[in-house]
Every structure is written in structure tokens, then in C-alpha cells.
T-cell receptor
């Protein structure tokens, strides 16, 4: 069993929809939680990161962490075709030097 | 501000050969991490360098080795290449004491 699980998708939504992307994890020692966006054949781009349980908002993006359930989410409001990419969740170990990634969810936003 | 750069962009090698990949960290960042990303998978942590010392290593064999230079740029060396080493190799830099890691575009390695 992988330490971080993510539905691979693809997730297809119409433009303007609210998108919910999720990850579950098994290691309760994970601390900081990150969301990256990766376009095809490019490096991952950091979207948001958060430490504590609760919500963090940045523009159209909201990151949510529930440490008690070991569950994190990324919500995208008013989705755009340019949001079509693979979304990767990642989390740091206790030492803060190793990021463990989920397998990524491929999102397609149709005009 | 220049981001993380990596060279070369693409590389083709044959099994058993050795390869060196290079990374220039973002200005002001003293920590460099390397990841391997197989097709359709999430990146896997190889190791991290902080101020020229290895600062953590993932589950990769010793034939994966690295260096960090005084200007904080870094190299990843892989000896005795295997077919399964074919992947996108990503370098990420971060400022000391901060958790944000910023990735370069990667080097795509194909082993034949």
C-alpha cells in the first residue's frame, strides 16, 4: 500500500465547474501538505501548501486538511480549460527533507 | 529572478552506461532535492543536499549519487544504467528553513 493515495482520474468537468481533488495518507507523521500542478512534459508547479488542519484559500483555489482522517483536498472554483493538468498532492516527513507524492490526478476542463 | 534550470533537456543512453544530470538552483536557495518520475507516476524522492552535504536519501541504490557545489548548483550521477532508470529526473530547490520546493523542468532520460 502506498503512503499517499490519489485517484488517477482522468476527471473531466465542464468549464466553470467546481473541482474537488483528494488524497489520503497513512503516515500520521506527515506535516506540511502541498499541492502541485504539472502540465504535460513540464516540472511540477507549487500551487499551495498548508500545515494545520483547516482551510486555506488563494484565489480560485482552496486547500483543506483533515489530519484526524488523514485526508486532504484541493478545490478549484470556476474551473478554466487552462486548469487542465495533472494535480499532485505531496507531504513532508518529520525531518522536513523528503516530499512523498501521490500518483497524481489528471484533470480535463472542457470549454 | 531566475528559476530552477536543468540540463540537458533530453538524454538517451544504453544499459550499463553512466550519466550526469545538472541543476542550477533558484537564486538564494541553498537546498536542492532530486526526484525520479516514471511515466504516469508521482515523483519519488532520491536525495537532498543542503550546504554541500547530503541531507536525506530515499529508497534508491548507491549507484545514484550526487554533489552540491559552493554556488548551490547540483549534479545527479547514475552508474550502471538499467532500463527502469528511464524517467523524468526533477530537481527542486528551496530556501533554507522553508518547506516550499520549486521544481525545474526536468531531464528526460531514456535508457535503451
Amino acid at each position: 500500500q502506498k503512503e499517499v493515495e490519489q485517484d488517477p482520474g482522468p476527471l473531466s468537468v465542464p468549464e466553470g465547474a467546481i473541482v474537488s481533488l483528494n488524497c489520503t495518507y497513512s503516515n500520521s507523521a506527515f506535516q506540511y501538505f502541498m499541492w502541485y500542478r504539472q502540465y504535460s512534459r513540464k516540472g511540477p508547479e507549487l500551487l499551495m501548501y498548508t500545515y494545520s488542519s483547516g482551510n486555506k484559500e488563494d484565489g480560485r483555489f482552496t486547500a483543506q486538511v483533515d489530519k484526524s482522517s488523514k485526508y486532504i483536498s484541493l478545490f478549484i472554483r470556476d474551473s478554466q480549460p487552462s486548469d487542465s493538468a495533472t494535480y499532485l498532492c505531496a507531504m513532508f516527513n518529520n525531518a522536513g527533507n523528503m516530499l512523498t507524492f501521490g500518483g497524481g490526478t489528471r484533470l480535463m476542463v472542457k470549454p | 529572478e531566475t528559476g530552477v534550470t536543468q540540463s540537458p533537456t533530453h538524454l538517451i543512453k544504453t544499459r550499463g552506461q553512466q550519466v550526469t544530470l545538472r541543476c542550477s538552483s533558484q537564486s538564494g536557495h541553498n537546498t536542492v532535492s532530486w526526484y525520479q518520475q516514471a511515466l504516469g507516476q508521482g515523483p519519488q524522492f532520491i536525495f537532498q543536499y543542503y550546504r554541500e552535504e547530503e541531507n536525506g536519501r530515499g529508497n534508491f541504490p548507491p549507484r545514484f549519487s550526487g554533489l552540491q557545489f559552493p554556488n548551490y548548483s547540483s549534479e545527479l550521477n547514475v552508474n550502471a544504467l538499467e532500463l527502469d532508470d528511464s524517467a523524468l529526473y526533477l530537481c527542486a530547490s528551496s530556501p533554507g528553513g522553508r518547506y516550499e520546493q520549486f521544481f525545474g523542468p526536468g531531464t528526460r532520460l531514456t535508457v535503451l
